[in-house]
Every structure is written in C-alpha cells, then in structure tokens.
C-alpha cells in the first residue's frame, strides 16, 4: 500500500485526488464571494462571512484545506522534479512543439504563480480578518456583523493595481484549471476517449467561469460599482 503512495501513479492520483477538493473549495469561495457585487450594501456578503467563520462543519473544514493545499504542491513539486529528472533535455525541447497544450507544459509555473497569489491574498484579508485585525472591520451598525465588505471593497476601490493583481490572480487560476479539471478526471480513470474530449470541453466550460467569476469582481469595483 505504502509503494502505491510513492509510485507516480499513486502520486499523481493523490494530486488529482487533493485538486478536486481544492476544486470544491473554488466553488464555494467564488460564489461566496460574487455576494460582493449581488448586493452593494455589503450585507449578504458580511451573513456570508459571519456563517463561514462560525459554522462548526466550516471551521473543520478549513485546517483540513489547508493540508489540502500542502499535499497539492508537495506531490506537484515532487511529480515535476522526478518527470525533469527522467526526462533528457532533448526530449523535453522537442516535446514543446508536439500535442501537449501551452497549459499542459507550465502547469508547474502556474500553480507557482498562483502560490503566490495566494500568499498575497491571505495576506490581504485573511491575516486581518484572523490574526491582526484592522479598524475596516469594525461592525456594521445595525447587524453589528464584523464588517468584512468593508476589507475588501475598500482595497480594491483605493488600489488600481491590486486590482489587476486579482484579475490576474483569476486568469492564472483559469488556465491552471483548464488543464486540471479534465487531468484530474483522467487520472483517477474516469475518462476513456469519449469522455476525455467531453471532459476537456467541461473542464474549459469551468475554467472560464471560475476565472471570468473571479475577475468580475475587482472589475466591478474598478469601474466604481461598488460601495
Ligand atoms: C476577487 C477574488 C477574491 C476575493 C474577493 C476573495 C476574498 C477572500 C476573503 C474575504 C477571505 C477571508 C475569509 C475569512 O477568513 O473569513 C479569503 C480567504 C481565502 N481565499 Fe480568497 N478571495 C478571492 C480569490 C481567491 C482565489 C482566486 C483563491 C485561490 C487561488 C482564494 C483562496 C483563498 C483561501 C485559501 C482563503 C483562506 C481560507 C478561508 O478563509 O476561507 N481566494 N478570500
């Protein structure tokens, strides 16, 4: 049992596996955070927060995202040394023009890009929101909810480049998953010929609208929608 872990089958299957989980974590954070724009007084997204930072099934969940993220750029990391290690220079050159997608190729420098994104993006909002606190999130008068609305508009509406940042941060995001979603699938054998061109067409459907949903936002502030 403990080969099948350290085989790159094994490995690749745990990085499938972790991607999928960090796939629903996507979902629900991207339509958590579209509350910024559905309602402009900021208070459904405050509920939201409030919810999340509350619920007992949540607050399981997060250490065990957390991980999630851990094993996924530890087996990525690893699967891409042992790949670059088996694979001659040569080969590797000529394998750039062959079948394999742009994405494909740089899924590494991807998630690395998106790694830092990240880091930033913690930084951010949830070192404050957690760790250090800041005046912005004072409560709202009437609900008394921790002001989290406040956080985040007022960082996109004061920073033109954090907001390019955070586009980026979703176009990255996008191309890591047009690739991920339908190689995760495969991974875990869920996909024979029929399916795996299905499967690359879903998984491009999805990585549009993750990218596009998390985009819209610091676009919408940035044209002065938001409060
Ligand atoms: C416009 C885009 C985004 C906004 C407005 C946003 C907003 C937030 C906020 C407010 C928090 C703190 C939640 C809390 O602790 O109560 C948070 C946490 C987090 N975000 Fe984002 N986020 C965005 C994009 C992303 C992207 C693209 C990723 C993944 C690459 C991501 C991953 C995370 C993670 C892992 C956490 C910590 C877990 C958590 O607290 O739920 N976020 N985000």
């Keep these: ?32 955070n579209l509350m910024l724009i559905v309602d ?16 007992p ?27 670059r290690a088996a694979r001659p ?36 909002f949830w070192w404050k929101i ?6 912005l999130l004072a409560p ?7 002001n989290t609305y406040a956080l985040v508009s007022s960082l996109f509406r004061e920073s033109v480049l954090y907001c390019l940042l955070y586009m980026l941060g979703g176009i990255l995001l996008g191309l890591h998953l047009s690739h991920g979603f339908g190689s995760a699938f495969q991974s875990v054998g869920l996909s024979n010929k029929v399916w795996r061109k ?4 879903i998984g491009n459907l999805f990585a549009i609208v993750v990218g596009t949903g998390f985009s819209i936002i610091p676009i919408y502030f940035l044209l002065g929608l938001g409060k």
Aim: hydrophobic share 50%.
């Design 1 to 32: 049992m403990s080969s099948f872990f350290t085989s790159s089958i094994g490995k690749k299957t745990m990085l499938s596996l972790s991607g999928f989980f960090l796939i629903s974590f996507l979902c629900v954070h991207l339509t958590a």
């Design 40 to 55: 402009s007084s900021g208070h459904i997204f405050n509920e939201v927060c409030h919810f999340m930072a509350t619920n």
């Design 57 to 83: 099934v949540v607050r399981v969940i997060e250490p065990i995202l957390a991980l999630g993220f851990a094993l996924h750029i530890v087996l990525a990391s690893w699967l891409t040394l042992q790949n």
């Design 89 to 124: 220079v040569k080969y590797a050159r000529r394998d750039q023009s062959g079948n394999a997608s742009w994405t494909s190729r740089n899924m590494y420098i991807l998630g690395a890009m998106i790694l830092v994104f990240l880091l930033l993006h913690l930084w951010n």
């Design 130 to 135: 957690k760790i250090s606190g800041d005046p």
């Design 140 to 146: 709202e008068p009437i609900s008394g909810l921790e």
């Design 198 to 201: 299905r499967m690359t067409i």
